[in-house]
């Protein structure tokens, strides 16, 4: 019952600035804005995200190209493969914005979703009283960022480890369970417009 919000948490990128954490203390950080440049097919797409970071950084950006694909017929598996774009290989990505100062950084990763393995549970270093269902699914995420720094001050990468990581899943996951129990009418009205060419498939 997980599986279309989770995807739709995603997909929506314009509703990422309504969900996706901000902080104001210790520092300022956070998603500014979400712009989807383009739509390719169902769900892949050219995505544009501005978030504010602390005194002295300049805001940064990443122009991120979201490319969904899935081996539903065989195993059950959707992915999706995140990778920057720039002007130099896209010509869909828009120029930097000349009215403030922003730093574009680079970003590859990707999401995993899938029906939980047998025996998954019961793997070495996994914990034994999980109980798993047989519509369970394993979510899986990885990535890598060029910040575009030279250095990066230890307090902010503790705070980026430490806090905004699990933070940000804590509430990818938060809002995947409203969009399932009615609490995210954005999400609603988006997932019955689409609810054809996407969220029913």
């Known amino acids: 019952d997980l599986l279309v919000p989770l995807l739709s948490c995603l997909n929506e990128s314009e509703l990422y600035a309504s969900w996706l954490p901000k902080w104001t203390t210790p520092t300022r950080l956070g998603v500014r804005e979400s712009v989807k440049v383009d739509q390719v097919g169902r769900c892949s797409q050219l995505v544009v995200i501005t978030c504010d970071c602390p ?42 914005p000349h009215d403030e100062d922003v730093t574009r950084i680079d970003v590859d990763g990707g999401f995993l979703f899938r029906r939980v393995p047998d025996g998954w549970a019961n793997a070495e270093g996994e914990d034994p009283c999980v109980d798993v269902g047989e519509d369970d699914i394993l979510v899986s995420f990885g990535y890598t960022v060029d910040p575009k720094l030279e250095y990066i001050p230890n307090w902010l990468l503790n705070f980026i480890v430490r806090t905004v990581i699990g933070t940000l899943w804590g509430a990818f996951i938060q809002v995947a369970e409203d969009v399932r129990d009615g609490k995210r009418p954005e999400h609603a009205s988006v997932i019955q417009e689409k609810r054809q060419t996407l969220y029913n498939w």
Do not use: S
């Open 55 to 96: 005194w002295p950084l300049e805001t940064r950006q990443v122009v991120l190209n979201a490319v969904a694909f899935d081996d539903i017929e065989t195993l059950g598996d959707i992915g999706v493969l995140l990778q920057t774009r720039d002007c130099a290989d896209d010509d869909r990505v828009p120029p930097k």
